[in-house]
């Protein structure tokens, strides 16, 4: 009998195993943030990926956190973060810094391919790539009023004044913005850098410098200068003013405004002391990190790859009208057609990376420009511009 | 004084002249949110004062399209957190300042001093610190934590209560112990209704607090948006790419978070009775 | 050190249960009888040592350093990543570390509660007299020891939700926890008075700002402060005077606009305030040119006054209007019967009681405009910025200039340097002005 037992519960035992052994899909469980406006496109992006991959049981939670906090939100608690979060280009530092993104091995070659110069660019840190590109459209441009304005006339800032002086409107632009100001001055040739020590070190008070800052005197001063907020663009254009610098999150504001007369394009060129420089720009990029905390690494690098992927970032086009930063996504007819992107893309030609530019240039340059919107002038610009170098420096 | 002749007195009629055009001041950058909520044309800025169109638009989005701002889900939400810390912080602060105004101890003068500098303290590093604890606690990103996080240091607010309390004759107090009432009872019983315009006051600044605040919540809740309260959701609406379309939407989201407050002080107002302890002592 | 003595006297002095107290919590009361609150006092103790085992001393053990584990990377062929084994978290451990010492302190109290009520006991033993038993105990929290019941919850919430972030940030100022040192990828660990050195040592143009921007920040304090109570007085006097109808509409009104929350009116003040703003837009149609209320230094800071007036004024009124009631109405009538004018009233009898009564009010509302982030930074965010200072603008407060040094540069070690220096003037200045004055001195006879 006992023997009969033994038997029994031996191959009872075997059962048990063998059924154990049967292969599991497993559950994997991934967070994604991504800003208010995405939600419904990401949650579409999000189910394409759980049917595409049928390895594993995903469960993908979306949260809100908008592009410009996500890296306050992260650093907050590294723990609670996403496994996979949406970040503006210039917080890309300061994650690292803080060990916060997970570094792209994977599929890196391709990554790097596949993508604009420009945003891989933006996504490495110390030769290490951090992120995947998104979105290549986070730098602005000049909007105008075809009425008003020729697109001869758009190409020389002087030129746009007089004329837009003569049909009584105005040329916008927020002056007292480290983000804007920089235009003139990266334009001179002017640079930021970061210094051996990890100071940053700034060239704006040289002689080119000087002379970016007489013709940023030179505009401010202008009858027809404009200076305010971006609601001050979108509420007056087409009726008080004629043109003005803004970004993409403007366009669909400002082409209802226009209607017909909606036209935008590449910054134009300034007069530096004689000679006509074309003004430049910082290149913005939205781009998609990993968590360096994450449970599930291999299953966020994939998901991460899949949001970025030249698919889904034609989709983000067709949905919420931003420019990929993938190659092909970005030569398609459409993303030509589209007026705000090609101005864009014309403007990244003469953009620059904003990898180097430290906390501290913010202020000071905010400063010197809130100077020439006051027509403040008891000091020379010379003097202005070497307070202001002094203290971007730190 | 319905039946008295009413005497005209220059001096009321300058007062109203004057509390009317306060009156109008004061009152003025809240019509002007007002007219803001019902303009028809978006955006944040126009070259002229008045809409050009109006419209209940913005009224009706706020509770129809919650699909991008959950606005009921908000207002609801603020509306649970701040009835709790209503209650739990006029609780606190009540019992603080009447034990240091009214019961002597060791101790007492070293309390109050520590307890005027502690709020001096200009920090942010402490909204981190809060959440880690509450994160410790396993409170974190809920409505408890955010009720915690109002209501927990109010017993800090006591000088304005106690320096009501100090007012009170205490010969209230002596009547009361002849009588054979203990501390507790002469808190509960005495003390405390004639206090009504100082509760008045607490209740209201504790209930407004979770309407208006939005580091704390930011910082508690964040990315659990379906516990947002009212103010950090608002602010969503004003962000560089939404703020051409949901301005006038925000405006009215901001108008309609008024109108509890004020009801509640409507109701509130009944208890603003006046000089009432010169009538207890007379009587 | 006589405190330390008494517990050696105490000791020396005690029978044996007292003695036994000293070792298990609660044995000077559950081996007299009282049973309930000697195995409260037992259970206290267990979980404090649990505590302290189970993670207290393993964040103590790592303050000294705040940490010594970085993270470390680890190569995975297979997976094609790089695996993180995460380190310390200098942040945490510190966190952490100053909670354990506060568990452990309040420990210590509850110990110290321990020894005294089991010595007390034996003397009333010794007595002869009854110990009390829990329902006695249980009466007299409300009655002669109504502060500890009434006191408990408040004291627990403003440790936790308080003290307890306050040394957390006081600490951080002796660390190096700054841009280059942010936690998980990095540690931070103690540099002593480092950061103070740098603040005083360092270059003229810092230093040109803080006292430019100190001065400011006292100016602007003073006004904001009494413009605001004056006024707010003034107001609720007007409202409360007899023959005044209408009372609940006035005061409604002006409580509408503080109904509406800060962010929101500050942030349409300053639309419509801009240079292009509603404002100026109607003083273009009088005629007159436009206004810089937010772009011109000096307008700016009249412009901010004048601005917290409107938000400041509903408030005082209501603390002024509760007030101003329970002046006994005796009061009055005797100086009217005096014939007295309502100026005389108003200087002699009206303004000393409510002076009296709210100067703790004054001094903390004084010491807050002092660090008034919201209604500087929601209106003009601190501008309109300035060459002349060190990364701050002309109506930038300490605060403001703190934050906008901490948030663009994350230098949160120095930021909790300048917050401990600004603490200190204030509570400094605070305490001497509350203890002198005759709020204190007078308490009792006023009562």
């Known amino acids: 009998m006992r023997k009969i037992l033994a038997i029994i519960l031996t191959l009872a035992m075997f059962g048990a195993v063998l059924a154990g052994c049967k292969k599991e899909p497993e559950t994997i469980t991934l967070k994604v943030w991504g800003s208010q406006e995405d939600q419904a496109m990401l949650q579409e992006m999000i189910d394409a990926f759980k049917t595409a991959h049928t390895d594993a ?21 590294p723990a609670a973060a996403a496994d996979v979060f949406q970040f503006a280009n210039d917080q890309i530092v300061d994650l690292v810094n803080a060990g916060a993104l997970y570094e792209v091995t994977r599929n890196k070659a391709d990554i790097i391919a596949a993508n604009m110069e420009g945003s891989i660019e933006a996504s490495t840190v110390n030769d290490k790539l951090y992120a995947y590109p998104s979105t290549a459209d986070n730098g602005y441009f000049m909007y105008y009023d075809k009425s008003v304005l020729s697109a001869e006339d758009v190409k020389s800032l002087d030129t746009m004044l007089t004329v837009a002086d003569a049909a009584g409107k105005k040329v916008f632009m927020d002056v007292s913005n480290g983000w804007y100001i920089a235009s003139f001055f990266l334009g001179a040739g002017g640079k930021l850098t970061v210094g051996e020590d990890g100071k940053q070190v700034c060239d704006f008070n040289n002689a080119n410098g000087a002379k970016a800052g007489e013709a940023i005197k030179a505009f401010t001063a202008h009858n027809a200068f404009l200076t305010g907020e971006d609601a001050v663009l979108t509420g007056g254009i087409g009726t008080t003013i004629a043109a003005g610098v803004s970004g993409t999150w403007n366009a669909e504001a400002i082409s209802e405004k226009l209607g017909e007369n909606y036209a935008a394009t590449k910054l134009p060129e300034f007069n530096m002391g004689g000679t006509q420089a074309q003004m430049s720009s910082f290149a913005g990029f939205k781009l998609v990190g990993v968590s360096s905390q994450t449970q599930a690494p291999v299953a966020a690098m994939e998901l991460a790859e899949w949001l970025t992927n030249e698919e889904n970032q034609i989709k983000r086009f067709e949905t919420r ?6 190659i092909n996504a970005a030569n398609s007819e459409e993303v030509k057609a589209n007026v705000a992107l090609a101005a864009l893309a014309e403007q990244n030609q003469h953009a620059v990376s904003q990898k180097e530019v430290l906390g501290g240039y913010w202020v000071p340059a905010e400063a010197f420009g809130t100077a020439m919107e006051a027509k403040d002038y008891s000091k020379t610009i010379q003097e202005m511009l070497d307070e202001m170098v002094a203290q971007i420096q730190g | 004084m319905k039946t008295k002749r009413r005497k005209f007195s220059f001096s009321n009629l300058a007062i109203y002249i004057i509390l009317s055009a306060m009156s109008v001041v004061w009152i003025m950058p809240i019509l002007w949110l007002i007219m803001t909520s019902f303009r028809g044309e978006p955006g944040a800025w126009t070259p002229y004062i008045f809409p050009k169109e109006y419209t209940v638009a913005n009224y009706t989005r706020l509770f129809t399209e919650t699909g991008l701002f959950n606005y009921p889900r908000w207002f609801i ?39 005027l500098i502690l709020g001096m303290f200009p920090g942010f590093m402490s909204m981190i610190a809060i959440y880690f604890i509450l994160k410790a606690m396993g409170l974190s990103q809920s409505l408890t934590a955010l009720v915690l996080v109002y209501s927990g240091a109010a017993g800090l607010g006591y000088f304005i209560a106690k320096g009501f309390f100090d007012t009170i004759p205490r010969v209230l107090d002596e009547a009361a112990i002849v009588d054979g009432a203990n501390q507790n009872t002469i808190f509960w019983r005495i003390i405390l209704p004639l206090s009504k315009p100082i509760v008045v006051y607490t209740v209201l600044m504790s209930f407004i607090a979770p309407w208006v605040d939005f580091i704390f919540v930011s910082v508690i809740m964040k990315d659990n948006y379906n516990n947002y309260t009212i103010a950090l959701g608002l ?17 009215a989201g901001a108008v309609l978070i008024a109108i509890p407050i004020t009801i509640l002080f409507i109701y509130m107002q009944k208890y603003y009775v006046e000089g009432v302890t010169g009538g207890a002592v007379k009587g | 050190m006589r405190f330390i003595k008494n517990y050696f006297m105490t000791f020396a002095a005690g029978d044996i249960i007292t003695k036994i107290s000293y070792l298990i919590m609660g044995a000077g009361c559950f081996l007299r009888g009282q049973i ?46 790089y695996e993180y084994v995460q380190g310390d978290n200098s942040m945490l451990i510190l966190l952490f570390s100053v909670m354990t010492i506060i568990i452990i302190l309040a420990f210590l109290v509850i110990y110290h509660l321990n020894i005294k009520t089991a010595y007390n ?31 408990t919850l408040p004291t627990i919430g403003v440790v936790t939700f308080t003290i307890l972030p306050l040394i957390f940030m006081i600490l951080i100022a002796f660390t190096n926890y700054d841009q280059s040192h942010q936690p998980p990828g990095n540690l931070f660990t103690w540099v002593g008075l480092e950061n103070f050195r740098n603040i005083f040592w360092n270059d003229p143009l810092q230093a040109r700002t803080f006292v430019g921007i100190l001065q400011w920040t006292l100016i602007w304090a003073f006004f904001a402060t009494f413009s605001n109570y004056i006024l707010g007085m003034i107001l609720a006097l007007m409202i409360n005077k007899k023959g005044i109808r209408l009372k609940k509409l ?82 009055y009538e005797s100086a ?56 701050a603008g002309k109506t930038d407060l300490l605060v403001t200039w703190l934050y906008k040094l901490t948030v663009n540069n994350q230098d949160y070690n120095l930021a909790s340097a300048i917050g401990i220096i600004i603490f200190a003037i204030s509570a400094a200045m605070s305490l001497i002005v509350y203890n002198m004055s005759s709020s204190t001195k007078k308490e009792e006879t006023f009562q």
């Not at chain 2, 602010?235 to 405006?251: A, L, P």
């Not at chain 3, 412009?303 to 209007?321: A, D, E, H, K, R």
């Open chain 3, 36 to 81: 309930i609150k000697g195995l409260l006092f037992l259970f206290l103790q267990a979980s404090f040592i649990v505590y302290l085992f189970n993670f207290g001393l393993g964040q103590l053990k790592l303050l000294p350093t705040l940490g010594t584990a970085t993270r470390v990377e680890v190569w995975n062929e297979e997976l094609q990543i």
């Open chain 2, 235 to 251: 602010y969503q609406m004003i962000t560089r790419e939404n703020i051409y379309r949901y301005f006038t939407q925000f405006c």
């Open chain 3, 336 to 391: 009217r019967i005096d014939g007295a004018n309502p100026v005389k009233t108003f200087t002699r009898i009206t303004l000393p009681y409510m002076l009296f009564v709210t100067t703790p009010y004054l001094i903390t509302q004084f010491v807050g405009n002092i660090n008034n982030f919201n209604v500087i930074y929601l209106l003009t965010g601190g501008g309109p910025l300035s060459l002349d200072y060190y990364q």
């Open chain 1, 57 to 77: 049981n995903y469960v993908i939670t979306l949260g809100v956190v908008s592009e410009a906090d996500a890296k306050t939100k992260v650093l907050e608690d």
């Open chain 2, 77 to 115: 939400n603020t509306l649970i957190v701040a009835v709790f810390t209503c209650v739990i912080s006029t609780i606190l602060v009540l019992m603080t300042s009447y034990t240091l105004s009214r019961l002597r101890f060791r101790g007492r003068k070293g309390i109050m001093n520590i307890g």
């Open chain 3, 121 to 151: 006991n034996q003397l009333t033993k010794e007595r002869g007299g009854k110990l009390n038993n829990m329902i006695r105990d249980i009466r007299s929290l409300f009655d002669s020891n109504l502060h500890v019941t009434f006191l």
């Open chain 3, 250 to 331: 006035w005061r409604t009104i002006f409580v509408m606009t503080i109904a509406v929350p800060q962010f929101v009116s500050l942030m349409l003040m300053s639309r419509l305030l801009a240079d292009q703003g509603a404002m100026n837009v109607l003083l273009g149609y009088l005629g007159i040119g436009p206004i810089q209320f937010l772009t011109n230094a000096l307008y700016a800071r009249i412009t901010v006054i004048v601005v917290n007036i409107w938000v400041g004024v509903p408030y005082t009124m209501l603390i002024t209007s509760g007030i101003l009631m329970n002046i006994p109405a005796d009061l």
């Open chain 1, 321 to 326: 009208q931003m420019g990929p930063a993938n």
